[in-house]
């Protein structure tokens, strides 16, 4: 469990891209959490990440910081480690260090159990469009019964499975690794390939109302996600706010839980104002 929301983590000296001589396995079980980039114009390739388990986000205190949240800087950070694929170098090596408009974003993890307390349990992202702070700035998601949210869960695992195969049928490519896999966008095993099957990209098929996990960034600005667990015991009521997640123009990411305090940008434009008021004060007292 992580305690201190100014942790950092760096990448050991051992991984690099040219490091890999042969392809391995994107991996994925039940639960676990999947990031995904792409590019809206399915140019360039999917990129998906696997990020560990998505009940490790539970044990994360509220940060009181100011600050945005945890910063998540490798595929395995969520569990204190710092071995796993550094997040923003993958993104940046295909879409450039400041990231443009029209990429999609989406974070989600889910249960195909069919017994137990995770029975056709969701976790899915919406896009965030209020100011960040520790409260939910998005419509939430909706619970509902086991028989429609099966169906999603279904996909979800489909899509990380989809990598998985892209994995171990693909040639030696050293920028797979058993967390992350970079996928053409026309491959029958790319996320937006499968997300898309009989419906729209983003929307798991048209299956539990239709509505859009995705977010779209506008170039040199962050992309926020608000992020909800979504039980069938709890149907028909919103689903529980999680927090929310922030991959800025840089290709940081970042987790700020559920009840953190986080100035609103206007708070940020209010301090910078009186900082200058005040240092002009101080400019003409020290001036006499």
Same mark, same amino acid.
Do not use: C, H
């Given at each position: 469990m992580m ?36 590019? $809206?114009?399915?140019? +360039? ?30 595929? $395995?950070?969520?569990?204190?480690? &710092? ?29 195909? =159990?069919?017994?137990?307390?995770n029975k ?19 419509? @939430?998601?909706?619970? $509902? ?11 979800? +695992? ?18 797979i690794k058993?967390?992350?896999? &970079? ?34 960034? +506008?170039?040199?600005? @962050? ?5 909800? &667990? ?32 986080? @100035?609103? @940008? ?19 007292? =020290?001036? +006499?």
């Amino acid at each position: 469990m992580m305690k201190n929301s100014n942790w950092t983590l760096a990448l050991t000296a051992g991984l690099g891209l040219a490091a890999a001589a042969q392809a391995q396995v994107f991996s994925y079980t039940d639960l676990n959490l999947i990031l995904v980039v792409r590019d $809206d114009a399915g140019v +360039k390739n999917d990129l998906e990440f696997n990020l560990g388990s998505v009940n490790n986000l539970t044990g994360l205190a509220a940060t009181t910081s100011g600050q945005l949240g945890y910063v998540l800087k490798t595929t $395995d950070a969520i569990t204190g480690g &710092s071995s796993g694929v550094n997040i923003a170098n993958q993104i940046r090596s295909v879409y450039g260090n400041t990231l443009p408009s029209g990429l999609d974003i989406t974070v989600f993890a889910s249960s195909t =159990a069919t017994s137990g307390a995770n029975k056709k349990a969701l976790w899915l992202s919406a896009t965030r469009t209020g100011d960040v702070s520790g409260v939910s700035g998005s419509t @939430p998601w909706q619970a $509902d019964v086991s028989t429609a949210q099966g169906p999603v869960a279904g996909n979800i +695992k489909t899509i990380a499975q989809g990598a998985t195969a892209y994995t171990t049928a693909g040639a030696a490519n050293p920028t797979i690794k058993t967390t992350f896999a &970079s996928i053409p966008a026309s491959s029958s095993s790319s996320y937006t390939t499968l997300s898309a099957k009989n419906g729209t990209v983003g929307q798991f098929a048209q299956t539990f109302g239709g509505g859009n996990v995705e977010t779209t960034s +506008k170039g040199g600005l @962050p992309s926020n996600l608000d992020f909800y &667990s979504l039980n069938p015991s709890n149907v028909g009521n919103d689903g529980v706010y999680l927090g929310f997640f922030t991959l800025d123009k840089s290709a940081n990411l970042y987790f700020t839980p559920a009840g953190s305090v986080v @100035p609103e @940008p206007r708070s940020y434009a209010l301090m910078g104002a009186l900082g200058l008021v005040g240092f002009g004060l101080w400019r003409r007292r =020290a001036s +006499k």
